[in-house]
């Protein structure tokens, strides 16, 4: 028995949904590694990833078999009854990570909630309640709940909803002098993301986040790493902390970590997580079977040397092609980023008009993103065939040239 479906197109958007989003003129309706194809057939390139999400790209075997066997098994049971495909993607998380202890949730504003309130919790257990502060840099963004909006630096999305979470200073990330100018002793936590993503691709400098990993020890206040875009094999490592050798004490996961299934993890140690006692922190969701049958897929086949150094490989062929096509057409001033995670900033001549490339890259046939007005962002599948980067370049420069009016 199947369900009735009635015609749907674009224009339905704005009859039935919320006006939040503004999403493109086609609507995707399959993928398939790589490519996706629209209501009319046509077929394009995939960078988006939905947005750093498709790990795997579009229908990944792994990921299918995973999914369609758990859904035929059990689907959903609560946090009343822990189930086995959670407990065995927890042991995965576990043994590939700093971390001893991991909650499940459903998105990275959620891991960030349960991260925030896990250093406020610590703080208040052994410090008592006026050691709340948290600092946070300018630009960064760590989700849409209103703790999350107050902790992200970015006023647009934390204005107009009444009085904001309090006890949140930001300061200019990669300035070491700033963060110590903000930590003291009443600081629980500093929040940074290892790569800023929606502020730009813009990553973490060594020396900023090693002075950030001893400022917290000198002040006891938590480390915290949003690598809710970063990780999960986005760097070319399973976590961009990797990468720097420096460990965080709490780190939020989420878009890459489910492959497209709504899925999210706070990881942090066993000595810091015994302070979310039993009723302290929860969610109906979180580690459901399905989602945690799909997560513990994802990382069987990201973290594998082979996906972790084709990463870098493919980090490469972007790049340089990038940079080719930013010189020839004077549209980017610097391509930069980590591993499958670019970002093209915009010359002066192009600023904040990186939605223009958006359009008419799919118009070529390409899926890109921006991240933010300034900078033109990629962040396609791991394991994007070469062959597959080299035609979604070719649109994107067709798209560029006309663009540029040559
Ligand atoms: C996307 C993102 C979030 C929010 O994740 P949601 O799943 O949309 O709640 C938080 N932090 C970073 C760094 C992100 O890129």
Redesign the pocket.
């Known amino acids: 028995m199947s369900v009735e479906q009635v015609p749907v197109q674009r224009a339905d958007f704005d009859q039935v949904m919320v006006p939040n989003y503004a999403p493109a003129a086609f609507i995707p309706v399959r993928g398939q590694g790589s490519r996706v194809w629209d209501q009319s057939g046509r077929e394009l390139v995939d960078f988006s990833g939905g947005?750093?999400?498709n790990v795997l790209g579009h229908a990944h075997p792994a990921l299918v078999g995973a999914l369609t066997e758990q859904a035929n098994k059990l689907w959903h049971v609560s946090n009343v009854f822990t189930n086995e495909p959670a407990l065995r993607f927890a042991k995965k998380l576990v043994d590939a990570t700093f971390a001893d202890r991991v909650f499940f949730c459903?998105?990275?504003?959620?891991?960030?909630e349960a991260a925030f309130k896990l250093a406020r919790r610590v703080a208040h257990d052994l410090y008592g309640p006026d050691k709340y502060e948290i600092v946070a840099a300018l630009n960064?963004?760590?989700?849409?709940?209103l703790f999350?909006v107050s902790v992200?630096g970015q006023p647009k999305y934390s204005d107009g909803f009444g009085p904001k979470i309090t006890g949140i200073t930001h300061v200019p990330f990669n300035d070491l002098d700033a963060l110590k100018a903000a930590v003291s002793d009443k600081t629980c936590a500093v929040v940074l993301?290892p790569?800023?993503?929606?502020g730009g691709v813009l990553p973490a400098e060594l020396e900023y986040l090693q002075g950030a990993r001893k400022l917290c020890d000198e002040h006891n206040a938590l480390l915290v790493f949003?690598?809710?875009?970063?990780g999960m094999g986005r760097s070319g490592h399973l976590f961009a902390y990797m990468h720097y050798g420096v460990t965080p004490d709490i780190l939020?996961s989420?878009?890459s970590i489910g492959g497209g299934f709504?899925m999210?993890a706070m990881l942090t140690t066993e000595k810091l997580a015994k302070h979310l006692a039993v009723g302290v922190h929860g969610t109906t969701y979180g580690g459901n079977p399905l989602a945690c049958a799909v997560g513990e897929a994802v990382i069987d086949v990201v973290n594998t040397p082979e996906v972790l150094a084709g990463v870098k490989a493919k980090h490469e062929l972007f790049k340089a092609r990038l940079e080719k096509i930013g010189q020839q057409y004077g549209v980017f001033s610097q391509v930069r980023g980590m591993g499958l995670l670019i970002g093209c900033v915009l010359t002066d001549a192009w600023k904040g008009k990186a939605k223009e490339f958006f359009n008419a890259a799919e118009q070529e046939g390409v899926m890109v993103l921006q991240a933010g007005p300034d900078v033109v962002r990629f962040a396609p599948s791991l394991v994007v065939e070469d062959a597959d980067i080299e035609e979604g370049l070719n649109r994107f420069e067709r798209a560029v040239a006309k663009l540029a009016g040559v």
């Open positions: 947005i750093a999400v459903n998105s990275g504003a959620e891991a960030n960064s963004f760590h989700g849409r709940t999350t992200g993301e790569i800023q993503g929606e949003d690598e809710v875009q970063s939020s989420a878009k709504p999210a």
